[in-house]
Antibody, heavy 116, light 107 residues
Framework: QLQLQESGPGLVKPSETLSLTCTVSGGSISSSSYYWGWIRQPPGKGLEWIGS???????YYNPSLKSRVTISVDTSKNQFSLKLSSVTAADTAVYYC????????WGQGTLVTVSS | DIQMTQSPSSLSASVGDRVTITCRASQGISNYLAWFQQKPGKAPKSLIYAASSLQSGVPSKFSGSGSGTDFTLTISSLQPEDFATYYCQQYNSYPPTFGGGTKVEIK
């Protein structure tokens, strides 16, 4: 059974960089032609796609966040990562990692609060 | 960006009711449409992909239909565990976008 698990700091200061990692278990991140992505959900609000990375390393970002987002993959660790720079309080959200563009498998999510 | 509009934004229903949620895309997306169920404090769960294909393990009381710009999610007989928020999502073009959600509450 495929499982995804987000990890990273739960508190980030304004103007700093948010860094999260998604660890995939129960399957190889590089063995299939899948996209691996990040989605976020501000408290009490809806879902926003941040970006995705193809197993080959090609990346696709939401234009609204593109200037601040970097997604990378580490196939040796079966992980992919998110970096979001210059964060503000508006970036406070639960961050999810998920597989494919139709998001068939999700991690449990991790709350990241931006506050000094 | 393709805008996804769900209606209603909330509804009240009783156990055993048949419930239908509508999702409209601002432009045609073929059948690249997914539906999710989210309960409080939990990650969204995939119910349907390709507009009408049921994810493995999802009960057959859930069904999806539509193509182009208009889609529906139907729950044939609402059960207590189905009270949740439901989201549609298009993945026809970048960026993938979600509807605003439909909260299904107990009447």
């Amino acid at each position: 059974q495929l499982q995804l698990q987000e990890s990273g700091p739960g508190l980030v200061k304004p103007s700093e960089t948010l860094s999260l990692t998604c660890t995939v278990s129960g399957g190889s991140i590089s063995s299939s032609s899948y996209y691996w992505g990040w989605i976020r959900q501000p408290p009490g609000k809806g879902l926003e796609w941040i970006g995705s990375i193809y197993y080959s390393g090609s990346t696709y970002y939401n234009p609204s966040l593109k200037s601040r987002v970097t997604i990378s993959v580490d196939t040796s660790k079966n992980q992919f990562s998110l970096k979001l720079s210059s964060v503000t309080a508006a970036d406070t959200a639960v961050y999810y990692c998920a597989r494919r563009l139709e998001f068939d498998y999700w991690g449990q999510g991790t709350l990241v609060t931006v506050s000094s | 960006d393709i805008q996804m509009t769900q209606s209603p934004s909330s509804l009240s229903a009783s156990v055993g009711d048949r419930v239908t949620i509508t999702c409209r895309a601002s432009q045609g997306i073929s059948n690249y449409l997914a539906w999710f169920q989210q309960k409080p404090g939990k990650a969204p769960k995939s119910l349907i992909y390709a507009a009408s294909s049921l994810q493995s393990g999802v009960p057959s009381k859930f069904s999806g239909s539509g193509s182009g710009t208009d889609f529906t999610l139907t729950i044939s007989s609402l059960q207590p565990e189905d009270f949740a928020t439901y989201y549609c999502q298009q993945y026809n073009s970048y960026p993938p976008t979600f509807g605003g959600g439909t909260k299904v509450e107990i009447k």
